[in-house]
């Protein structure tokens, strides 16, 4: 006698997400130990919860339990609900951020958002390389927002409001005026980084996203990275460290602030 058993989806299983988390100063980047880790399934406008919060191990990583769902377009429970297949997969997104009274308290940061990732035991995100928050921190120097010194501080704060990117834009003021040996171009990738990141913090879809990072952002970056982006890191050193205005010579330099110049 033959029996018929019912087609049964796979069955939930505990699966792991792994993201390895640096931080990044002076153009190098370390370990980042103690950083809070979570990480949810983007949703458009919503994102829901896959992981409890985990700290970073003295590796800077940390792994985060998830469960893996069944992908059955009639049952209930998958992460989402597309029509294909792979459309039920999660969108995983792991947000970065300090514990209270960290010791180097860094700015939130999120991973680029992984759509549609195959569920697997081991989901590995790679490596994300967070900023230190300057102004918690306590760090010299002053910010103008996102616009050139020169501008009416009114303009900028319009910038930053249009632009939701005024936690890179006030972090990057700041590294300017760093005297421990930040360079423009340090200074111009950590920005870029972040407004990269605030592209992703938004609730928004894969495209709007992509055109935030691809277009927003990249032309901050390049703005920064000009001949006028130069000026600006030049006028701060001299602010905050001291130095020639009108010569950036290492052999008239003085200190660590002036060698640690970018030349461009």
């Not at 893996?68 to 039920?88: N, T």
């Not at 005024?166 to 360079?183: F, I, L, Q, R």
């Not at 605030?198 to 879809?205: F, I, Q, S």
């Amino acid at each position: 006698m033959m029996t018929w058993m019912p087609c049964v989806s796979s069955a939930e299983n505990a699966g792991t997400i792994q993201l390895t988390v640096l931080l990044g100063e002076f153009g190098d980047t370390t370990p980042l130990q103690g950083a809070n880790v979570k990480c949810y399934d983007q949703d458009g406008s919503e994102r829901t919860p896959m992981t409890s919060t985990v700290t970073t191990d003295m590796d800077g990583v940390a792994k985060l339990d998830y469960t893996i769902k069944h992908l059955s377009f009639y049952k209930k429970g998958k992460w989402d609900s597309g029509f294909f297949e792979e459309s039920r997969n999660p969108d995983i997104i792991c947000k970065v951020s300090s514990p209270a009274g960290a010791a180097t308290p860094i700015i939130s940061m999120f991973t680029d958002t992984q759509w549609d990732r195959k569920q697997e035991a081991l989901v590995d995100l790679g490596t994300i390389v967070v900023a230190p928050d300057r102004i918690k921190r306590g760090d010299v120097g002053d910010a103008n927002g996102c616009g050139p010194a020169f501008f009416p501080a009114t303009l900028n704060r319009l910038a930053e409001e249009k632009t939701g990117m005024g936690v890179g834009c006030s972090n990057h003021d700041y590294c300017y005026g760093n005297c421990k040996g930040e360079t423009q171009k340090s200074c111009d990738d950590e920005a870029r980084r972040i407004w990269r990141s605030e592209c992703e913090r938004k609730l928004n879809g894969e495209t709007t996203k992509t055109i935030c990072k691809e277009g927003l952002a990249e032309a901050m970056y390049m703005a920064v990275t000009s001949s006028a982006g130069t000026k600006a890191f030049k006028a701060d050193q001299e602010k905050f460290c001291g130095g020639d205005d009108d010569e950036y010579d290492d052999d008239d330099c003085e200190n660590e602030c002036c060698r640690s110049l970018t030349y461009l």
